[in-house]
């Protein structure tokens, strides 16, 4: 039977990652954040590429698996390998993953930072809003080129939907005010900006070395339940005997 489905799933690949593809593409609403952050882009295209190379790396691997299964099967091998390693392999794509995505919304804080900072600059220095938008958006990695107002409001807009931050909502109103206001009008919006951002990163970053700290605490808490178990065995095993 397993040899069947093998058989199937080798001849028929490309329909089934069409198929598969085309269903995951259909459900994006459900994990469009989880691509977002994985893929670190706004980029549609760019983003379905990346869930068609996912979906063909998982067939692959899966077809490994029953490759290998069918292997030990035959020859009458242990499967407990193959089980031990699955497991593992599955919770290191999942660390993976984990640690990717709290990688790119630091990066994600760090590049609205500095977009804001050279947008307050470019406006300073005299330059129109577009520009300074055209110029400013250099450091926001996960835009596409825009050339209207109206397509920036739209990509931020886009980015609030992905990321769900209250900053993100008013970097959109301050695009906006901006095109009836002076740049000394919005100074202090600016700043409260700038600060919410700044207290963001810092508390990410804080709490990501809290993270580091309870990771290096485990081999000690290890060691130490080693230490007790060595220490209390003989009296366990001598009770265990006189009784």
């Known amino acids: 039977m397993i040899l069947v489905l093998i058989f199937l799933l080798i001849i028929k690949k490309a329909h089934i990652i069409d198929v598969l593809s085309s269903y995951v593409k259909a459900k994006r609403n459900y994990y469009r954040e989880l691509i977002f952050y994985l893929s670190y882009s706004m980029d549609r295209d760019y983003q379905d590429l990346l869930v068609v190379r996912g979906l063909y790396l998982l067939y692959q691997l899966i077809l490994s698996w029953l490759l290998i299964y069918a292997a030990l099967d035959f020859l009458e091998l242990e499967l407990g390998v193959l089980y031990l390693f699955s497991i593992i392999g599955f919770f290191t794509a999942f660390i993976w993953m984990a640690n ?19 947008y307050e600059l470019y406006l300073i220095q005299g330059e129109n809003q577009l520009h300074a938008l055209k110029k400013a958006s250099q450091y926001l990695l996960v835009f596409s080129s825009a050339q209207t107002l109206e397509e920036f409001d739209d990509y931020f807009q886009e980015l609030f939907t992905y990321t769900k931050w209250l900053v993100v909502k008013r970097i959109t109103i301050l695009i906006e005010r901006g095109r009836h206001f002076s740049q000394a009008d919005l100074s202090m919006d600016f700043a409260q900006i700038s600060d919410e951002l700044f207290r963001k990163n810092y508390q990410d970053k ?6 580091l700290e309870n990771m290096m605490l485990i081999p000690m808490v290890g060691d130490l339940l080693a230490m007790i178990f060595y220490i209390v065995s003989p009296f366990i095993s001598t009770l265990i005997v006189g009784g």
Do not use: M, T
């Open 100 to 118: 990717r995505i709290e990688e790119n919304k630091r990066n994600l804080i760090e590049d609205i930072s500095k977009f804001v900072f050279h």
């Open 206 to 211: 804080k709490l990501q070395a809290e993270k």
